[in-house]
């Protein structure tokens, strides 16, 4: 029974053979015909084509994996029929795991380690954005080759290691931002020294200590609120906030702990006889100082991510969410008609459909785009009237749905399709 659907076509999808079964489901690799791509197809088993719960199971685990971005695991579609449902989903299997690459390869330099880092963290924030926490954020679920990250796990239940779990997560099964970036930092930690522990003496840098200290913090509230704060933390010193001379009297014993405490350092610093126990004294003291700086400075950061994401909100609850749509090639269309039709970047477009600067574009292949929604014609209703409610001009809809006469192609019951917004 496993076997019985190797040799089938879906839409532009050849499946070449099962993989395995999990619990309800039915796991196949198949090849893209047009663009020589690997893909798994998930699939109800065919015990279960009956088993409502286990349709909406593969129907959330779409909706994690719906935010694009190149370091997540790609969704290239879910598709229903009478009879099924079909995830299909970019192809990792038998990749090296961060883990893996670390216990065969040692430790990352601060160089290499900063460079991989930021990718995880770029991910994290674009689904933190769509509203989507890592359920098992650890090296066993991060894939690493040839420098490039894909972090695996967020649609479905992954390995946990509690070596890397917040004590929130672990005593009670609290999963949020702060908790992501607890694992964040720990993952930091494991690439730099192979542990999770970060050190009282240490030769790591300032910077990358004081911020691996801040993300570990056991209160969830004394760390980092999001990636980008941590981000901002690892790449140019976040300074303190200037002081105006007309409020110079008022941080005077401010400035004057500071002054000392930069003197108490120096002097520590030059009468440290080069060991490992008092230079570690040294290091301790001189980054305690600057996380509290950072903390500090950070607050104001905090603030303008607030506004900026309020803002986003009420824009996102304001205009209806993103649908895809499959637009079909026509003989001699190119990548940037497509693109201007539905009002996305080429860069978007490309990456929505794991295209590269070598893959070919043909006629009638089925490419995924994003739209705004589709909007089904009143009786009376026309064009105008259609655009001003999505807030897009009446062109936009025309091009879009390839009218060429309104008062044949818009009529009541069509369907047309609203591009998003510029």
Same mark, same amino acid.
């Given at each position: 029974?496993?076997?019985? &659907? ?16 999990? *619990? ?6 198949? +090849?893209?015909? &047009? ?10 088993? @065919? ?15 779409? $909706? ?17 029929? =009478? ?8 192809? &990792? ?38 509203? /989507? ?37 672990? $005593?009670?099964?609290?999963? !949020?931002?702060? !908790?992501?970036?607890? @694992?964040?930092?720990? #993952? ?10 970060? =050190? ?5 840098? =300032? ?26 933390? &690892? ?7 200037? #002081? ?31 060991? %490992? ?13 600057? /996380? ?17 994401? @309020? ?22 269309? *190119?990548?940037? +008609? ?18 590269? %600067? ?39 809809? #025309?091009?879009?749905?390839? #009218? ?19």
């Amino acid at each position: 029974m496993t076997a019985q &659907l190797i040799g089938e076509r879906l839409l532009n999808y050849e499946i070449k053979s099962f993989l395995r079964s999990e *619990s309800f489901y039915d796991i196949y690799l198949a +090849e893209h015909l &047009l663009f020589d791509r690997k893909v798994l197809i998930q699939t109800l088993n @065919s015990a279960f084509l009956q088993n409502t719960e286990a349709k909406e199971n593969l129907r959330r685990k779409a $909706q994690n994996l719906r935010f694009a971005h190149p370091q997540g695991v790609l969704l290239y579609d879910l598709i229903e029929t =009478p009879e099924n449902i079909y995830l299909i989903q970019e192809y &990792l299997e038998n990749k090296p795991t961060l883990e893996q690459y670390i216990i065969q390869n040692g430790t990352l330099t601060e160089e290499k380690m900063l460079r991989i880092f930021r990718q995880i963290l770029d991910s994290l924030a674009s689904a933190h954005q769509s509203g /989507i926490i890592h359920p098992a954020l650890n090296p066993k679920n991060i894939i690493l080759e040839d420098n490039q990250v894909k972090i695996l796990g967020f649609d479905a239940p992954a390995p946990q290691d509690k070596n890397f779990q917040s004590p929130e997560e672990l $005593q009670k099964g609290n999963l !949020s931002i702060e !908790s992501n970036i607890f @694992s964040l930092g720990k #993952i930091a930690c494991f690439m730099l020294l192979g542990t999770t522990q970060l =050190p009282k003496k240490h030769t790591i840098h =300032p910077k990358i200590y004081e911020t691996i200290a801040i993300a570990t913090e056991k209160n969830p509230k004394a760390r980092f609120h999001s990636c980008t704060e941590l981000a901002a933390a &690892l790449s140019e010193e976040v300074s303190v906030e200037e #002081i105006e001379v007309k409020h110079a009297f008022t941080h005077l014993p401010l400035m004057i702990l500071g002054v000392l405490l930069s003197l108490l350092a120096f002097m520590l610093y030059s009468i440290a006889d080069e060991t %490992d126990e008092k230079s570690s004294l040294v290091y301790n003291l001189y980054d305690q100082v600057r /996380i509290q700086k950072i903390r500090d400075s950070l607050r104001k950061v905090r603030k303008r991510e607030f506004v900026r994401d @309020s803002i986003r909100i009420a824009q996102n609850k304001a205009e209806n969410l993103q649908k895809i749509h499959i637009h079909k090639v026509k003989q001699g269309e *190119s990548l940037k +008609e497509i693109a201007e039709k539905y009002n996305m970047s080429i860069a978007h477009l490309k990456q929505l459909n794991g295209f590269t %600067d070598k893959t070919p574009l043909r006629a009638d292949a089925g490419l995924r785009v994003v739209i705004r929604n589709y909007h089904k014609v009143l009786d009376k209703e026309e064009l105008e009237q259609i655009a001003q409610k999505y807030g897009i001009s009446k062109f936009e809809i #025309i091009r879009a749905n390839d #009218i060429e006469d309104e008062r044949k192609d818009v009529y009541p019951g069509a369907d047309l399709i609203i591009p998003i917004k510029k």
